[in-house]
């Protein structure tokens, strides 16, 4: 088989981040089912020896060769590369992420010339990059699709916006902030989105507090999450 062909394969399985206990994190509930005893590891996937496989290197060779000439060393710009389940992430050290998103669409051979948008990760075990920005890129021209990936510590949620390059994600990067308190540096309005403009925290860490407001639902009130009854 030819081996540019080949799936790209991990270099070191991933690093490992966190260890989990039971289905869904939770404990003391009185689970009977079983699955309370279930131990696994949460690891971060590790990065990606060459060939990458079917078009990933083109692109890769492609963008180390546009930070070449604009007089970078790719591997101070590229963290790491990761192809995981047939996709490929560019890992960016976060203060070159405007220069690698402005090459990702200008250059002729890659034209990513599509944001769809940034997603917030909170990790709270990954020490150091507790907090993740994700972007999904799409090129138009070449049919696609990958993704930027970039961390930033918990003690300083900075990250460069690149609102100037990519226009449409004035708004995710707000809701990214909004939710996940990711601070993009350089956004012509980092504003709330969905909470309250006085709203204290950040609803989608991990570590944001389970309480909440009572509902009412058709005549019956609803506890807030933290006020209701425990089945232990």
């Given at each position: 088989m030819n081996a540019q062909n080949l799936p790209g394969q991990r270099g070191d399985h991933g690093e490992v981040i966190d260890t989990r206990r039971g289905m869904f994190g939770a404990s003391g509930g009185g689970d009977t089912s079983g699955y309370g005893g279930l131990v696994r590891s949460v690891r971060m996937p590790g990065a990606t020896s060459r060939p990458y496989g079917g078009w990933f290197d083109e692109?890769?060779?492609?963008?180390?060769?546009?930070?070449?000439?604009?007089?970078?060393?790719?591997?101070?710009?590229?963290?790491?590369?990761?192809?995981?389940?047939?996709?490929?992430?560019?890992?960016?050290?976060?203060?070159?992420?405007?220069?690698?998103?402005?090459?990702?669409?200008?250059?002729?051979?890659?034209?990513?010339?599509?944001?769809?948008?940034?997603?917030?990760?909170?990790?709270?075990?990954?020490k150091g990059r507790e907090l993740h920005a994700v972007y999904h890129l799409r090129s138009i021209t070449h049919n696609r699709l990958i993704r930027l990936e970039v961390s930033a510590p918990d003690a300083d949620p900075h990250v460069p916006s690149i609102v100037a390059v990519y226009p449409t994600n004035d708004w995710h990067e707000r809701e990214t902030y909004d939710f996940f308190g990711l601070v993009f540096d350089g956004h012509p309005a980092l504003t709330r989105i969905m909470m309250p403009d006085d709203w204290q925290g950040f609803p989608q860490r991990k570590d944001y507090p389970l309480g909440g407001i009572p509902v009412e639902y058709k005549g019956a009130q609803?506890?807030?999450?933290?006020?209701?009854r425990s089945y232990t």
């Open positions: 692109v890769a060779d492609e963008l180390e060769g546009a930070l070449d000439e604009q007089g970078l060393v790719p591997e101070n710009v590229i963290e790491k590369t990761v192809v995981d389940r047939g996709e490929l992430t560019f890992h960016i050290e976060r203060e070159y992420l405007p220069t690698v998103a402005k090459t990702l669409r200008d250059d002729p051979a890659l034209r990513f010339e599509l944001c769809t948008g940034v997603s917030g990760v909170h990790f709270p075990g990954d609803i506890p807030a999450p933290d006020q209701r």
